[in-house]
């Protein structure tokens, strides 16, 4: 039987979206590339409720959208929302990474054929282009809006100040404004508390939808005092992946250690602690689950309280 998550608004917007995404940055068309893991994941995913799905094209190099696309042909288009994104680099040329009108609008149209739905609902800005006016990117994104072919555009890991810029000409120009911001972000790796965007996100309705929200699993517990299990995930990436959690783990090492600790002594899978922390701060997450059950399990946080005793001693890990 399909379980119905909880919907959220998306910032201002009109878009509601599931409580969790499904991203495929780890999963489909990276690690595995046949359509029967896709199905499967996807199947997976729409049984427990999710239908918000997230991807990319530089995820396997556009394996990811491709596998997507194919997976989610047998749902209905008008009952789940699809994400994509462009900007990084797809080749050598300079007309093959950035955000100007060019590249967006080429990368945009490979992104269209590569999944085959007919439309798409957010288009991501993946990263921000210093390079390029910001009144050329604004029109670029409302021009694919007007179009007809995405519904909203976004920004993924945009600093506050090119936010901030990019709502200014916004507004001076009459036009669509992003309506999410998607960040890393997770109990271990907050900077977006820092740095100002979240806050400026609050201030101006834009959504905030992060990737990471385990930091690579080591929010779970997996990967205690760095030991990698042989069947996970991180043991099977390559070296340059293994080296990249290692180092996220010891640069926030008693961040982790004693959020695990604690999750423990309140007798709570830590995994689903991660999630319901951070929807509880007013993030929805983007997982990257790469088994079915896994996906199930995640569904979990959304059933699961976080009591005044047990954030007030999150709250105090420094």
Request: aromatic share 10%; glycine share 6%; net charge positive.
């Amino acid at each position: 039987m399909v379980k119905i998550l909880k919907y959220y608004r998306i910032g201002k917007s009109g878009l509601k979206t599931t409580a969790l995404t499904y991203g495929t940055a780890l999963t489909i068309g990276t690690e595995h590339n046949d359509i029967e893991y896709a199905q499967m994941m996807i199947d997976k995913a729409w049984d427990i409720g999710i239908r918000s799905f997230d991807t990319s094209n530089n995820y396997g190099n556009g394996n990811a959208e491709i596998l997507l696309g194919k997976a989610l042909k047998k749902y209905p288009r008008h009952l789940y929302i699809v994400s994509t994104k462009g900007s990084w680099p797809m080749g050598n040329s300079p007309y093959e990474r950035g955000l100007s009108r060019k590249h967006v609008m080429e990368a945009f149209d490979s992104s269209m054929k590569r999944l085959n739905l007919g439309y798409i609902d957010v288009y991501y800005a993946h990263r921000y282009d210093e390079e390029v006016p910001m009144e050329e990117v604004v029109r670029t994104f409302n021009d694919l809006i007007r179009s007809g072919r995405i519904r909203y555009w976004a920004t993924s890991e945009w600093p506050k100040e090119a936010l901030e810029k990019c709502v200014n000409v916004c507004k001076e120009l009459f036009l669509e404004a992003p309506i999410v911001e998607q960040p890393i972000y997770s109990f271990a790796i907050r900077k977006i508390e820092y740095n100002g965007v979240k806050e400026f996100c609050n201030k101006n309705g834009i959504g905030i939808m992060c990737f990471s929200p385990l930091a690579q699993g080591l929010l779970t517990g997996k990967y205690r005092y760095g030991k990698v299990p042989k069947d996970s995930r991180v043991a099977k990436s390559s070296l340059i992946k293994y080296n990249k959690t290692l180092n996220i783990y010891n640069q926030n090492k008693n961040r982790i250690d004693s959020f695990i600790d604690i999750a423990n002594k309140y007798e709570v899978d830590p995994a689903l602690l991660a999630l319901r922390w951070v929807i509880d701060r007013g993030v929805l997450p983007v997982i990257g689950a790469s088994k079915p059950e896994q996906l199930e399990w995640n569904a979990r946080s959304l059933d699961i309280e976080i009591s005044e005793n047990l954030l007030k001693e999150l709250n105090a890990i420094e």
